[in-house]
């Protein structure tokens, strides 16, 4: 798998409501910002992913502009993506976000990880996500 599929992967999962931290590396350094939040380290982004696969459902997520670059062992990319849910909790229960956003990261390759092919060629991970807002100009 390229760096690209998983960018993609990473967007049907978010769309069907499946783990997301997997696509992660197991990593004290990984980070992860969201449109209002900031996940330190592996352990932060798992449980912070799961919380809002708990909390949301009925996803959009719609990739308008994705670039990737990839090299042997990292690769990065961007992309303009609509996306939006519905909240499942708390005073938001019902209510329908949606967001033009900006999205930004870098991937590594894992030799090794649950998800990882044997055919040798490597598992792509996320180091770093980064979602925000896109501000009209």
């Known amino acids: 798998m390229n760096a690209e599929r998983t960018v993609l992967e990473y967007y049907d999962a978010l ?31 798992e449980n ?7 909390t949301t459902t009925d996803w959009t997520v719609e990739s308008h502009d994705l670039v990737v670059t990839e090299r042997e062992r990292t690769a990065w990319f961007g992309d303009d993506v609509r996306m939006a849910w519905t909240a499942l909790e708390d005073e938001d229960e019902g209510v329908r976000h949606e967001f033009t ?7 590594e390759r894992h030799e ?11 598992d792509w991970r996320f180091v770093s996500m980064h979602v925000s807002v896109a501000r009209d100009l």
């Open 15 to 45: 769309r069907a409501g499946e783990s997301l931290h997997p696509y992660f590396a197991e990593e004290d350094g990984a980070v992860k910002f969201g449109i209002s939040e900031r996940l330190d380290g592996y352990e932060e982004i």
């Open 112 to 122: 090794h990880g649950s998800r990882a092919p044997s055919d040798g060629t490597g």
């Open 101 to 107: 956003t900006r999205w930004s990261g870098c991937l």
């Open 48 to 54: 912070g992913l799961r919380e809002q696969t708990e």
